[in-house]
């Protein structure tokens, strides 16, 4: 008898993974323990792919946890007086259980390729918004100055505050001085690691108006943590006065960056 | 049957009959015997508790990592004088080492070498019925060379700046340049030697076990009649050899760029820390090409010996033959294949051609499927058997359970599009531990409460042993699975304080449940540990086969002399031979002759 509770007692064990497992990914969005709130265009797909493979996982996961509960349940040598199955395997099966994941994981990869295209290979034909230059442990920006272009005299620098129009591809141009970093915004479901040496493209959408983290998500040194910066979207109109503020700012109180510093940032 | 092969059968007739012990004398017989000891046995041994003991050190590592996530900046309790900051609380530069260190030495120091090193070693001969390791003095230098890693790894920890702290991945620049961070000097450079030993240590066992497995089987074991152990020991064997070489490379190149001014990673007009380095004109990425290249298979190597001594464990306490013994053979190999070309899959972030993060993406989905034929045969060996619920038994189930979590939870960041939202926060860190803790640690303990008695000849406390796989099981999942909703929310990894961040402001108090679980986690290791002690010197004593079980190194005595086995094994039939209708017993070992009157001979001479 002592034999038969062990196994009620391990087969509940085991059956409480799936069930707790279901019950927390279930709880954590009722405690704001879930997804940031996405205000980027294409963030909703990559937000629906992530549902559909929740979905697709926790079914299996579901299943073959259930059948691992039943398997131990059933199959206890205390309650089961058959002798054990003596079989080594089942041809129909294998092929069964190698088809069926085989399908469906080409399939999970060929749907997904149009999202990943649209975030870091369809690049918009446009001249960058901003360029973003990541050094230990800040967010240097340079936005084009009055004549539209980057690497001028007239550039206007800031450090960690970027701003952003909202319903319009923007482009940044990520850069880095020193080591790795990672640009990584989490409410616009973009995350780019910016590398010494390279400059890399980064687009997105924003379709709300507010002001969000900008999160450093590559190790970078002893202040990674604090690497932090914050991204404000706004209408059209307010991201050009406050660039007129922030540029006449500039002109106020500093001199033209010299050339040490805008060849380090090149 | 299939007649022997004549390799094995040359082999057989110099198998020793008996245990030959070399002639006591002194302090020489002992050094010989027990520290530079040949017999791979004694070496299995040495890993096994070498690296135990860097398990409790990785572990405390990672409480002390927990700690500052939980209750960041507050004193650490006891450990908190020993690393002497001020007032007991930890820098920021110290907390990136503690996790660096917590990384490197559970990889390197603990479960690469505990899984091949101290099973391979210990159960390679013994299962294949030959009497040692082909090159048996390189076996022992496979050991002694862990020894400068153990020192170089534990000694970084003192020099000025303390130990490397650029990750355990150590990305270029910032592991190249000494000016980018507190401990990129001394810390750093031991660290890229001690991973250099590691690496040699691992070739020489690679080359050793590869050797020994195609060329000194006992007569009759066919290479499909090798128990799944040691086609899980010989598939890595093969990834090392093969993998390791451009890891020793790479890391030769970054001592290069660290010490002699080279540029490897280093691209021209690097300013690190107002400090501009060496000669420039390389790449960064070329490093993580490298890195992964052999990092990637490092995975499989971590996990493949696990999943064959779980497979072995539970066909024995199912009494059932193994579900589909071919489909795991070749499962296993096509992870191996696979896992050579899914490394990009560690780099879709990185900066690296969107284009080609595709070929990766589509790999690393296919590298799912024969870890979902895995899962399925594991369940198909347990359905319909007479399951007995010993501690290994339940370990073995449990690595399954959390494999299937560890495996799932691998799509979503194999999804490249997912992955942008969820690179580098604690869905990662949920997935590989669940891998590699839930799952590789889980088929360690069902391994070591199976081989205890063929080990020690006595058998681990079955109740303490069951208490101990309670409390771990429960507290393992309090600490990992809350890990996906953290990644959820796209907690960063790495990060010493993410509470001043908006996104994560509100995710203390689940990270704090986290760390009581780990801190429970640790605790239950104090059982486990004191049942090991105990039962080597107090446990019942096991017999030859305690468990019932087919393959040989139950035929040989317990613990095996010199030599091993006290005849000459010869194999009859594969290693799952359970319930087999008609037989009287029910289970038939490999060694068990054909006709059943002989069956009934051989076991009255047992």
Known sequence: MRNRLSGIFWGLLFLAVPVLGVATFAIAPAFDHWLPKDVSTHGAQIDALFYFILALTGVVFVATEVALFWFIWKYDAATTDRPATYIHGSHTLEVVWTIIPAATLLFLAIYQMNAWADVKMRRPDMSPTVEVVARQFEWRLRYPGRDGELGTQDDLHLTNDLHLPIDEDVLVQLKSMDVLHSFFLPNVRIKQDAVPGMKIPVWFKAREAGEFDIVCAELCGWGHYKMKGRVTFEPRARFEAWLERKYAEQQATQPPPDAGDSLAAN | ?606
Not at chain 2, 387 to 416: C, D, H, P, Y
Not at chain 2, 470 to 491: D, E, K, Q, R, S
């Open chain 2, 1 to 606: 049957m299939t007649p022997p092969t004549a390799a094995a059968v040359d082999h057989g007739t110099v198998t020793v009959s008996a245990p030959a012990h070399a002639p006591k004398g002194g302090i020489g017989h002992f050094l010989s015997t027990y520290v530079f000891s040949k017999d791979h046995k004694v070496i299995g041994l040495q890993f096994l508790f070498s690296t135990l003991v860097w398990f409790l050190i990785g572990g405390l590592l990672a409480l002390a990592v927990r700690w500052q996530i939980a209750w960041p900046w507050s004193d650490v309790p006891v450990l908190g004088k020993l690393f002497a900051q001020e007032g007991g609380q930890m820098a920021p530069e110290f907390y990136t080492m503690l996790f660096t260190m917590h990384a490197s030495v559970m990889i390197f120091l603990v479960i690469i070498p505990i899984l091949a090193g101290a099973f391979g070693n210990y159960l390679i001969p013994l299962m294949i019925g030959a009497d040692d390791m082909a090159f048996p003095t390189l076996n022992m230098l496979s050991y002694w060379f862990m020894w400068p890693a153990f020192i170089l790894f534990g000694a970084s920890f003192f020099v000025e700046g303390g130990a490397a702290s650029g990750g355990w991945t150590s990305y270029p620049p910032l592991s190249t340049n000494v000016a980018s961070s507190p401990s990129g000097g001394w810390g750093q450079t031991l660290w890229l030697l001690g991973l250099t030993m590691v690496g040699v240590s691992s070739m020489l066992g690679s080359v050793n076990y590869m050797t020994t497995i195609i060329l000194m089987r006992a007569p009759g074991m066919t290479m499909f009649r090798l128990p799944m152990t040691i086609w899980g020991m010989f598939i890595t064997a093969v990834l090392q050899a093969f993998a390791l070489p451009v890891l020793t490379a790479a890391g030769f190149m970054q001592l290069a760029d660290r010490m002699l001014g080279t540029g490897f990673f280093s691209p021209e007009g690097l300013v690190v820390n107002n400090a501009v380095p060496g000669a420039g004109g390389g790449q960064p990425l070329l490093w993580q090409h490298l890195f992964w290249f052999y990092s990637h298979p490092a995975v499989y190597i971590m996990i493949l010996p696990a999943m064959g001594m779980v497979s072995d464990i539970l066909t024995t306490f199912a009494r059932k033959p193994l579900f589909g013994y071919r489909p795991m053979v070749y499962s296993v190999a096509g992870i191996a294949g696979l896992g050579f070309i899914v490394w990009g899959h560690h780099m879709f972030m990185s900066g690296m051609n969107p284009a080609l993060g595709i070929t990766f993406m589509v790999s690393t989905m296919m590298i799912a499927l024969p870890s979902a034929v895995k899962t399925f045969n594991w369940l198909g060996t347990i359905w319909g058997g007479r399951i007995q619920f010993t501690t290994s038994m339940l370990f073995a189930l449990a690595f399954v359970s959390m494999f299937i979590i560890g495996g799932l939870s691998g799509i979503f960041m194999a999804a490249t599009p997912v992955d942008i939202f969820i690179h580098d926060t604690y869905f990662i860190v949920a997935h590989f531990h669940y891998v590699l803790f839930a799952g590789t640690a889980m088929g360690v303990w069902a391994a070591i409460y199976f081989w205890f008695p063929k080990m020690f000849g006595r058998t681990m406390n079955e109740f303490w042993g069951k208490v101990h796989f309670f409390l771990t099981f429960i507290f393992m999942n309090g600490t990992f699975f809350t890990m996906h909703i953290l990644g959820a929310v796209g907690f960063p990894r790495r990060l010493a304080d993410a509470y001043h961040y908006e996104t994560f402001h509100h995710l203390q108090p689940l990270n704090a449940f986290m760390t009581w679980c780990a801190i429970g986690m640790v605790a239950s290791q104090i059982i486990f540990a004191a049942n090991f002690f105990w039962s080597m010197f107090y446990g019942p004593v096991a017999g030859r086969n305690p468990w019932n079980a087919n393959t040989l190194e139950w035929t040989a005595p317990s613990p095996p002399g010199h030599g091993n086995f006290d005849f000459q094994p010869v194999v009859y039939r594969g290693p799952y031979e359970y319930s087999v209708p008609g037989c009287e017993k029910d289970h038939l070992m490999q060694t068990d002759p054909p006709n059943a009157a002989a069956a009934a001979a051989a076991l009255a001479s047992h």
